[in-house]
């Protein structure tokens, strides 16, 4: 492609051709405007969603919809909630080709047997409204509990995304359990060790660049089918140094600044290199993940900060939905 060409295509355009763009966002307006393949949703999303006048309908129709149910306080409250998440989700599939991801109470982050129930309940209510699980991958968190969950639901056709994913150890324990998607944050590690440290990070040497990469190129060496999905980004170099990553999920205001920018871009992560790059493969049972994941204080910080992020913004959902009933 000449230069004159390159000029102009937007980066946006440029990098749907190397990987799978998602939209990181309940706002169904942006979907529209970027047209990604795929979308995530998480409770913080949906709670900031249902604060806007364009979906407080949706909020409206779930409440509705269950006003006849014989469930009272808090099973009702629960029932309105996971109502609610598919409903958006089930709008959403309606404007994106691919699939949407819904995410499951992070209050049962460390319960295996509820992530379980809470998946299928989900799935359930979208195989209710005609939607194929294909079309669904169910969010949940990186904990032990919650990869020991993923793999159960696997094996059910129920597809995962393993998401507040900080560390390698998370990685190949997702891996071995046979989840479909992993979603590395990538912002949040790259504002644990700003914090921590003091410095600016660029280009290459972001940290959560660099465990993007590592774990691309440890699935893709070893033959991992995971599909991974870079997520969280602080800024649009974040996104460009990972062209190439199976999926990025990107905020809106991300997806506007690189549809308005026609700078190149390289692919930077790709099966040959992986297939070339260093390490060994690695096997965890839970007492060697828990010291592994332990070992690193910046995974166990922002693990545990996301799940309380969550779990907060679920409450908030839930105080709302108990002052419309």
């Known amino acids: 492609m000449s230069t004159a060409t390159l000029e102009k295509v937007s980066q946006l355009d440029q990098l749907k051709k190397m990987t799978k763009v998602v939209a990181d ?8 405007a970027y047209k990604p393949q795929d979308a995530t949703t998480n409770p913080s999303l949906i ?12 909020l409206d129709q779930a409440i509705a919809d269950l006003k006849s149910s014989p469930l009272t306080g808090a099973g009702k409250i629960e029932a309105v909630i996971d109502h609610l998440l598919v409903l958006f989700g089930t709008e959403i599939l309606q404007i994106v080709p691919g699939r949407v991801s819904t995410e499951t109470d992070a209050r049962l982050s460390f319960n295996r047997e509820g992530s379980i129930a809470k998946a299928r309940q989900l799935i359930g209510l979208y195989e209710k409204r005609s939607i194929p699980r294909e079309r669904v991958l169910i969010k949940i968190a990186s904990t032990w509990e919650g990869i020991k969950a993923a793999e159960q639901l696997q094996k059910e056709g129920i597809n995962c995304n393993l998401t507040l994913l900080f560390s390698f150890p998370q990685a190949v324990a ?8 992993v979603s590395p944050f990538v912002g949040r590690i790259y504002d644990w060790y700003k914090s921590n440290t003091g410095k600016d990070y660029k280009g290459a040497d972001d940290p959560g660049v660099q465990s993007v990469t590592k774990i691309y190129n440890y699935y893709k060496k070893f033959g991992y089918k995971v599909e991974v999905m870079g997520a969280s980004f602080r800024n649009t170099n974040q996104i460009v140094q990972l062209a190439g990553s199976d999926l990025l999920t990107i905020s809106p205001n991300l997806l506007e600044e690189l549809s308005k920018s026609s700078d190149p ?13 260093a390490g060994e ?26 799940i309380r992020k969550f779990s907060a913004d679920i409450v908030k959902l839930e105080k709302l939905i108990s002052s419309k009933l």
């Open 47 to 58: 709670y900031a969603a249902t604060q806007k006048q364009e979906y407080s309908y949706l």
């Open 265 to 277: 871009i390289e692919r930077k992560l790709s099966l040959e290199a992986a297939k070339g790059s």
């Open 174 to 181: 997702c891996a071995e359990a046979g989840v479909t998607l």
């Open 281 to 306: 493969k690695i096997s965890l049972d839970e007492k060697a993940f828990r010291f592994e994941f332990n070992e690193d204080p910046m995974a166990v910080d922002k693990t545990a900060e996301g």
């Open 25 to 32: 966002t309940g706002d169904f307006e942006s979907m529209r």
